[in-house]
C-alpha cells in the first residue's frame, strides 16, 4: 500500500520486571495462533490493521495473560510474535522486525534481509522505519523518547509500526501505532488526532500550519552557520510561526475529527468509536490507560462480560457441541475462548474496555486473578486444534469457536444479564489453585 497513517497511541503506566518463562511461552503459542487465525480468515493485511489499533492491541495483550494495563504489553506481546511467527513467516506472510532497545537498532538490516528474500525494495522500507521513529520522536516532542520500535511487515510490501516512549519523569510509556493505509505525508499532519491527558504546550512541527516553521529550518539549514549565529543574536522574540499546541503530554495536533464531531485533546477522554469494520478504521483510536493495578468494576463493561460469563455457564449442548464433545472441557474453559473468539471476530467497537479480557486467562501480576495455567493450555489446544482441522476441510471446530463470539453478543443484547463483579473474581480466585493458578 502507498499510504501512511499514524492510526493511534496508547498512553500506559510504566511497569518493570520481565515476564516469565512460564507465560513468555504462551503467550508466544497463543498469540502465534490468534494471529494465524486471523490470517486464514481474513488475510495478513487484517493482522496489519488489527495491530495498529492500540484498543485491539490491548485487547490481544490483556486475553493473553499480560498486565492489562502496563507498558510491559507492548514489549512482551511483540517479543511474542516475533518468536512465534518469522519462523513462520513464509507459510503466513509476516514478518516482524525490531524490538526494544538494540533490538530496534537492528531493523534496517532485518529489513534489508526480507526485501531481498521477498524481491521488495528494502531501502524503501528502511526509510519509512526511521521516518516513522523520527515523526514521534523528534517532529512532535511530547516528552516522550522512543525505546522500543517494531516494523511488522507482510510479503506484498504492505507494513505497521508498533513502537513505544518513555516519560521517566511522569513514570509514564506511551504506545504508537502507525500502518501504511490511506494515503498521508510523514511531514504533515500524519495523525488523524490524538487525544491524552492534557499537561501544557508541546511542540508539533507536524501541524499542518507549521508549514512555513518548516520551510525556515531547512532554509536555516542552507545558510553559513556564521551568518545564522548573527541573525540569532538579533532575534528579540520567538519565532511565531513555531507551533505551540496546549496538549503537551499528547503526539496531538489539532481536535480529533470525526466526521461532524470534534473533541478536542484537553477534554481527557478517550475517543470514541463509531466504525464496526476493521478494514475501514479510517479515525485515530487512543487509550489511556489507569494507574491503578486491581481490575475495577467500572474498567469493565458489565453487559458484555455477563454475555461471556452467561455463554459459557448457561450453554446449551447444542450451541456448541463439537466443542463440548472435547474431553475435559468445561464452562471455564469457554469463558477463555469466548474471549479469544471476541480478539479473532469482533468488530472495533468491542475493544473499549480492554481490562475485560483478562478475565480469558488472568494476568501475571494477580489482576484480576492469578493465570489458571491449566485452563490456559486447554485454550491452546482446542484452538490448535481447531486451526489444523480447518485447513483439512473440518471446519466444525473452528466454527464453534467463532459462533462463541456470536451467542455471546446475541445473550449479551437480548438477556442482559446482572453480573457481580466482585463475586466474579471471587470465584476465580476460589478456583485458582485447582486450575493451577501462577503469579510473579
Known sequence: MAGIRNSGHADLPLHTGTVPRWLADRMMVLGTLITESLVENFGPEEVLVRLSDPLWFQSFGAVMGMDWHSSGITTSVMYALKRGLNPRAKELGIYVCGGRGKYSRMTP??????????????????????????????????????????????????????????????????????????????????????????????????????????????????????????????IEKPASEIILLQGGGVTGV????????????????????????????????SIVMPTHHEVREQDVDLKRLGGVLATAYNSQPKDFEELLLTPGLGPRTLQSLALVSEVIYGTPSRFTDPARFSFAHGGKDGHPFPVPLKIYDESIRILRDSIEKSKLGYKDKSDCIRRLHTVAMNVEQNCAPDVDFDAAIQFEREHSKEWDGKTV
Open 109 to 234: 538490516d532485518e529489513l534489508l534481509g526480507i526485501a531481498d528474500a521477498e524481491g521488495l525494495d528494502g531501502d524503501a522500507l528502511v526509510r519509512n522505519s526511521k521516518l516513522v521513529a523520527k515523526v514521534d520522536n523528534n517532529a512532535v516532542q511530547d516528552g516522550f523518547q522512543l525505546y522500543q520500535h517494531n516494523f511488522v511487515l507482510t510479503r506484498n510490501g504492505s507494513w505497521a509500526v508498533v513502537q513505544q516512549g518513555m516519560n521517566t519523569a511522569e513514570k509514564k510509556a506511551r504506545r504508537y501505532h502507525w500502518c501504511s493505509t490511506n494515503l498521508r505525508s510523514f511531514v504533515e499532519e500524519p495523525h488523524s488526532g490524538v487525544v491524552g491527558d492534557n499537561k501544557g504546550k508541546i511542540l508539533n512541527l507536524t501541524d499542518s500550519k507549521a508549514d512555513k516553521a518548516r520551510s525556515s529550518i531547512l532554509e536555516m539549514s542552507r545558510e553559513e552557520p556564521e551568518r545564522m549565529i548573527n541573525e540569532i543574536l538579533q
Open 254 to 285: 489539532s481536535p480529533v475529527r470525526r466526521g461532524s464531531e470534534q473533541r478536542s485533546a484537553s477534554e481527557g477522554e478517550t475517543s470514541p468509536i463509531q466504525l464496526e469494520l476493521f478494514p475501514e478504521m479510517t479515525n485515530e483510536r
